[in-house]
């Protein structure tokens, strides 16, 4: 028994087959061994499961991974171009908007869907864009900050 | 003296490139051995207090995937996982004391399968009412542990004759530490018996005692690992072991490799948090409103079992004070036993329950007398006179009074303090309010035997550098700065320094990562043995160039002596030809502390950490809705090791230490039911509800007096009380709908809190 799902992942063909009740997060980490995407709650509470699936930021705890069929999915993995950071991991990097890590691709995969739809956020834009996401370590404001530089920076 | 090349820089964590890649690999993300089961602990749906009159696991046995279901009966040692006392069963046997306490534990192929074949069990128990909150303990009688004071002789006659009394009460509320990587282990069989486990937990020798001590097998035969953890806090002290010791005995016994990884619901019923209490005090003052004596009786909820309570509580006291001088004193505790989960070490230890009380009491004072607060702390504070704590150490480092003074002056809060009374008089619902607050946190393990680390360094022939040390990371960034220090000393870039996993078959016999101290005693301990390692070094260079090893330095990836230069590898390769050793262990233990429990006086701090912050709220006064627009903070850390990570300790533990006080609230029901055991439930601060004024500094020190690691301080936990002040503004804004009558207002100052504040006053 199962679903049978092609979809692509971060400019990949993949296909496979999983139960139907099994979650996106549990495909991707356990099935496609893509382990960025974390599982913070399991409850849709916390974002550290977030990726982008048909350009929308969903939390793939959430969704199953029978609806990825026939859709696009992206996630942290295939956020750098190759070698070349994307500017937001690079300002996260450089503005040490991270401790622990494990909200990390979270946020990015979080900001990364914001400013696609909104190049110049506000401050309030992006905090209340980001408050689905949780972080226990930072207290945000690295990380507001961090997305404000790169927004800066990818507008030119 | 040459400048630092690497210590003091403010340069990224050491995982900061795998963590913006999702290729940071936590225990969780580790590849799966071929055959791997996963375990699921299971417990009864009813009850918090009872004899268990029966076990039926046929229909979780019979489940699907279902490899083995597992009891006390089934481990071979100790069924013990506490970290002092012996009293914490892995396996409840006989009877529960809390809910949600495991009792048994599922093996599946899958994890989904166990934990839902966890759920098929029928166990019954005799139910009894339990205690669940302060009162129903203080009713009961139940002192978990003996109750414990330092007194002063004269505090009964110099609170009768002071000029003013003051009496007050104070719920202080506990807190989940929601790391965000829950509870997790992975355990591997090995040889002869032996188990290998990856845990996440800021304690691997505790784990590998644990474990060994449940297998019978010796220490020796278990090896602990810890990479990183996903966020810690204090909750992977002493209750990662549980956790361990399940997924060992489940790879023990079927021979698998086995992981337990808690669901976050499970992971908040099952594991420890920070203490509520309730503080009951009675405090005299002069006619300048100086203290002249304080009685206070601080009453812990500790949960079922010892656990780290005795240790924490004695820290309560340790911070009854904050900065504060007591003339006359009479700190007590009581630690109560409640039928709930047993309490345990959050960022603090118990000094924020301290603290949090000493500051209440003053914006209580202030409030009374219609002074202002931050006057009154001041007149307060330890100066060179009044400098002695009322467990007997002298306070030789007065610097809060310097930070305060210096923020008190950059945060205007003389004049925002004017403009808010005028915003005030105008708006009837909106209040706004204002508090600077200090902190001073007392950095040492009050258990003097704990104050000691290890570490050990290998330099390869090629002149790279393996580091390993017995302090875990779990996001404060310790594996970086212990990296620059052994940078510092070899004078290489910190790019030749590899950074590995906690083991306890590298370093031995370690304390837990926590009291702050993680690079106070770590950063030593792999100094020490990079300077073994450099003396040895040094010797075969000053052979080779016919100078005294003294004589050689260690610069930018050069050894020089005289004209003669070498670079730090060809020198290792020579050291290897020549048959020096290149390995070295380093050992630290911290000098000068000391503390006799059974007198109360001592020295058991090594060195004080001091900040201040100032916050302003606006509360809506009939919503209770409330909203931090400002905060400035001023913190001291010595000379920074790394600035970047010190000031993301202090951002990160002052939002912490905010949801602690404002919207972080536990609610157990009457049968002793953690009610909000999720984030939908439990309300940790995220993104919009931090202030976008948001104004963090260094103090700017001449260094730490007492001798640490290139005079640095430890900053994990300080920072967490830095919010106090938050708490403090909101007591007076509400204060100022009625001048002169102190609010009755309980922590965290939710919404319902507020309210409750408002309602005290009996103003329409
Ligand atoms: S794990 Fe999906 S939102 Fe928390
Ligand atoms: S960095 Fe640890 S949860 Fe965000």
């Known amino acids: ?156 | 003296m040459k400048p630092l090349a690497h210590v003091g820089k403010a340069l990224a964590h050491d995982s900061a490139a795998l963590h913006v890649s999702g290729a940071a690999v936590y225990i969780d993300d580790i590849a799966e051995i071929e055959g791997t089961l996963h375990v699921a602990p299971g417990f009864a749906k009813e009850g918090a207090k009872g004899k268990i009159l029966s076990i039926n696991l046929a229909a979780a046995q019979a489940a699907e995937g279902v490899v083995a279901v597992l009891t006390a009966q089934d481990i071979p040692g100790k069924n013990d996982c506490s970290p002092v006392a012996g009293d914490d069963p892995i396996f409840a046997n006989g009877k529960i004391e809390f809910h949600g306490q495991v009792i048994f534990a599922v093996v599946a192929k899958t994890r989904d399968a166990a934990r839902r074949a966890a759920r098929l069990a029928v166990i019954e128990i005799e139910k009894q009412k339990p205690d669940v909150t302060v009162a129903d303990a203080l009713a009961s009688n139940g002192d978990l542990l003996p109750p414990y004071a330092f007194t002063s002789k004269g505090v009964v006659a110099a609170l009768k004759n002071s000029t003013h009394r003051h009496a007050g009460q104070l719920k202080i509320g506990g807190q989940e530490q929601f790391y965000l990587e829950g509870q997790v282990a992975y355990a591997i069989p090995q040889e002869k018996g032996g188990m290998f486990v990856h845990s996440s937990t800021q304690h691997p020798t505790e784990i590998q005692h644990c474990v060994a001590a449940m297998l019978g097998i010796d220490d020796a035969q278990v090896i602990c690992q810890c990479r990183r953890m996903g966020g810690a806090f204090g909750g992977k002290e002493s209750q990662a072991a549980q956790w361990a010791a399940i997924a060992a005995l489940a790879a023990h016994i079927t021979g698998h490799p086995v992981k337990c990884r808690l669901d976050r619901d499970d992971d908040m019923m099952l594991t420890g948090k920070r203490h509520d209490f309730e503080a009951t005090y009675e405090v005299g003052l002069d006619k300048s409103l100086r203290i002249a004596a304080v009685d206070v009786l601080l009453a812990a909820r500790c949960g079922y079992s010892a656990d780290l309570s005795a240790a924490i509580c004695d820290r309560t006291m340790f911070h009854a004070d904050n900065a504060y001088f007591y003339p006359q004193y009479k700190i007590a505790t009581r630690r109560l036993k409640t039928n709930t989960i047993s309490n345990t070490a959050f960022r603090g230890f118990g000094g924020p329950q301290g603290m949090v009380f000493a500051e209440a009491m003053m914006e209580s004072i202030a409030i009374q007398h219609g002074c202002d607060a931050l006057e009154l702390r001041k007149k307060n504070l330890y100066t060179k006179q009044r400098n002695t704590t009322p467990y007997g150490q002298k306070i030789d480092e007065h610097l809060v009074g310097k930070i305060m003074a210096t923020l008190e002056k950059t945060s205007s809060y003389q004049k925002r303090r004017k403009d808010n009374a005028k915003f005030n008089a105008k708006s009837s619902i909106l209040k706004k309010g204002l508090a600077l607050t200090p902190v001073k946190f007392g950095i040492s393990f009050t258990n003097t035997m704990m104050n000691q680390a290890g570490a050990l360094v290998h330099v390869y022939g090629d002149g790279s550098v393996h580091l390993n040390h017995g302090g875990t990371e779990m996001g404060q960034g310790l594996y970086q700065k212990v990296a620059q220090v052994v940078a510092e000393v070899f004078g290489i870039g910190v790019d030749k320094i590899t950074i590995t996993a906690t083991r306890t078959d590298k370093v031995p016999n370690t304390s837990p990562t926590a009291a702050s101290s993680g690079s106070d005693l770590n950063g030593m301990a792999a100094r020490n043995a990079a300077m073994a390692i450099k003396a040895r070094m040094a010797e075969v260079a000053g052979r080779q160039h016919g100078v005294h090893p003294s004589k050689v330095t260690f610069w930018d990836g050069q050894v020089s002596a005289k004209t003669k230069s070498s670079s730090f590898a060809a020198l290792a390769t020579a050291c290897k030809g020549a048959r020096v050793s290149l390995s070295a262990t380093g050992y630290y233990s911290t000098p000068a502390i000391h503390w006799d429990r059974a007198t109360g006086r001592g020295h058991p701090f090594f060195y004080f950490a001091y900040g201040a912050s100032c916050s302003e709220v606006l509360v809506d006064t009939l919503t209770g809705e409330m909203k931090v627009s400002r905060v400035d903070i001023l913190h001291d850390v010595g000379h920074s090791l790394n600035p970047a990570i010190d000031i993301g300790q202090i951002e990160g533990g002052f939002v912490q230490g905010m949801g602690w006080v404002t919207t972080e609230e536990l609610v157990f029901d009457a049968e002793g039911r953690l009610r909000t055991h999720a984030p939908s439930t439990y309300k940790i601060p995220c993104a919009s509800d931090v202030p976008e004024d948001f104004r963090v500094a260094l103090y700017e020190s001449k260094g730490n007096k007492a001798d640490t690691i290139y005079r640095s301080k430890a900053v994990g936990e300080p920072p967490l009380m830095l919010p106090i002040s938050v708490w403090c503004a909101v007591m007076n804004a509400i204060a100022s709908l009625k001048p002169g009558t102190v609010p009755k207002l309980d922590a965290p100052a939710t919404p319902e809190a507020i309210m409750r504040a408002v309602k005290s006053l009996g103003v329409k």
């Open chain 1, 1 to 156: 028994m199962g679903v049978h799902v092609r979809s692509t992942v971060n400019g990949d063909a993949v296909e496979f087959t999983c139960p139907e009740d099994e979650v996106l997060l549990d495909v991707l980490r356990n099935r496609l061994g893509l382990t960025g995407a974390k599982e913070g709650c399991g409850t849709g509470d916390c974002g550290a499961c977030s990726v982008i699936l048909d350009g929308r930021l969903v939390c793939s705890c959430l969704v199953l991974g029978a609806e990825m069929d026939g859709k696009v999915v992206e996630t942290i993995e295939g956020m750098a171009d190759g070698a070349k950071l994307h500017p937001l991991q690079q300002h996260f990097i450089d503005g040490a908007a991270l401790q622990c890590g494990v909200c990390t691709p979270g946020f990015l995969m979080a900001a990364d869907a914001l400013l696609r739809k909104n190049p110049d956020p506000t401050e309030e834009e992006i905090r209340f864009g980001l408050a689905g996401n949780l972080c226990r370590c930072t207290g945000y404001d690295k990380i507001v900050r961090a997305v404000q530089a790169a927004a800066k920076e990818m507008r030119g």
